[in-house]
């Protein structure tokens, strides 16, 4: 074993998924800082359907964990299922009605999930209770049918 993998990031899109491969470490700094910067590039183009592809990953701290938090939030964020335009919560919580056209209807913007989690992540998802909270598929080839099915 030579030196820890240097983290890299690359983006490519299949079909209409953007498939993010991460590799390396996933620790503060750079690592969560391009991250940050690709699911806002991705949702900035409009790109909803994104696969986190996590084969290489060496190494995921809780930092990086809070980071992937941060970016299912911002994908899955809650939108008029209507209009599409951005909702908010009133003080109790509740959402309030669509700022732009009155609907009650609510969906998800998009679709973030995670795939081929090697032990460490694994074990991480799985000890932080986080496996059930993040769409996570052993293989690119599952993630990506998965997509399609929720088409
Ligand atoms: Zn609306």
């Known amino acids: 074993m030579g030196e820890a993998m240097e983290f890299k990031l690359s983006t ?12 390396g470490r996933i620790t503060a700094g750079e690592a ?56 908010f919560k009133d003080e109790d919580g509740n959402w309030d009605n669509c700022p732009q056209c009155e609907s009650k209807e609510r969906k998800a913007w998009g679709e973030l999930k995670l795939s081929n989690p090697g032990r460490q992540v694994t074990d991480l998802l799985q000890f932080t209770k986080l496996y059930s909270v993040f769409d996570v598929h052993e293989s690119e080839t599952d993630a990506l049918a998965s997509f399609k099915k929720s088409r």
């Open 12 to 23: 490519r899109r299949l079909d209409t998924v953007s498939v993010v491969d991460l590799a």
């Open 32 to 87: 969560l800082t391009a991250l940050r910067q690709t699911i806002r590039d991705e949702v900035a183009k409009g790109h909803n359907r994104i696969l986190l592809n996590l084969k290489d990953v060496s190494y995921i701290d809780s930092s990086g964990l809070g980071e992937l938090i941060m970016a299912l939030g911002t994908v899955t964020q809650t939108i008029c299922g209507k209009c599409g335009a951005t909702v």
